[in-house]
């Protein structure tokens, strides 16, 4: 369920907006996704940004929270007081770190696509928390080489496995050495999502990060192989 002031949020943002109109743009948004999302081949409006928001957004929401309340089981002594969201979208990784984070001071967002940091501004005026209300946004596209200023918890949601392969590799070290608590990755519970989750994995531990999930340790993970897939 997603927090009062985001639901708040959208249905601000639909006013006037038809359920057609959102129902037909979530359909042309999943068409492009099971296509394998070609470059140039779709022109996204900002209909279709709504729709994401109003249809993914809440079970993104969900798998994020999971994942957040498992770090903050996991880790309870550590507090986060920056976060740095990497592959933004409209901010649902900040939203959920925001609800289950009270000590969060400030929150850096960074997304590729203008249209998403506008609604992502837009849906952050509601919000309760104020590190959330006065995010900094910005406009980056992580496909190449980045810099990224240290913060305390460093979230990369639904966005690593949607890059070039070269370019995976080259953001993993940049997050980890801008992680000083903790770096999260989250992807689709798919063998693809996994197999991207896991290759960061071995590339995490290649520069000696400490591993405190899905696997709580170092060691080759038990299901690389056996032709099963993680759904942590």
């Known amino acids: 369920m997603l927090p009062p002031d985001l ?3 959208l249905e601000s943002q639909l006013a006037g907006t038809g359920t057609r109109d959102i129902a037909r743009a979530s359909a042309e948004l999943s068409d492009w996704y099971r296509s394998g999302r070609p470059q140039g081949s779709f022109r996204l409006t900002q209909l279709h940004r709504l729709a994401y928001a109003v249809v993914r957004m809440p079970a993104t929401f969900a798998s994020v929270s999971a994942v957040l309340e498992e770090l903050r089981g996991r880790l309870p002594e550590i507090l986060f007081h920056t976060q740095l969201d990497l592959c933004a979208g409209p901010a649902t990784a900040a939203w959920a770190a925001a609800t289950l984070f009270p000590e969060l001071q400030s929150m850096t967002l960074l997304e ?65 050495n801008a992680a000083r608590r ?24 290649e520069l000696q990060a400490p591993i405190a999930a899905p696997c709580p340790h170092n060691d080759p993970c038990p299901l690389a192989g056996t032709g099963r897939w993680c759904h942590f």
């Open 182 to 205: 903790a770096l999260v990755i989250i992807e689709p519970g798919t063998p693809a999502g996994y197999a991207t989750v896991l290759n960061a994995r071995s590339r995490l531990i």
């Open 112 to 176: 590729a696509d203008p249209g998403f940091i506008d609604l992502g501004r837009q849906l952050a005026v509601q919000a309760g928390h104020p590190a959330l209300h006065e995010a900094r946004w910005q406009q980056a596209d992580l496909s190449g080489a980045v810099a990224l200023a240290p913060h305390d918890l460093v979230t990369l949601s639904y966005g690593l496995g949607e890059l070039p392969a070269p370019a995976r590799g080259r953001l993993i070290d940049a997050a980890w």
């Open 7 to 9: 639901s708040a949020a």
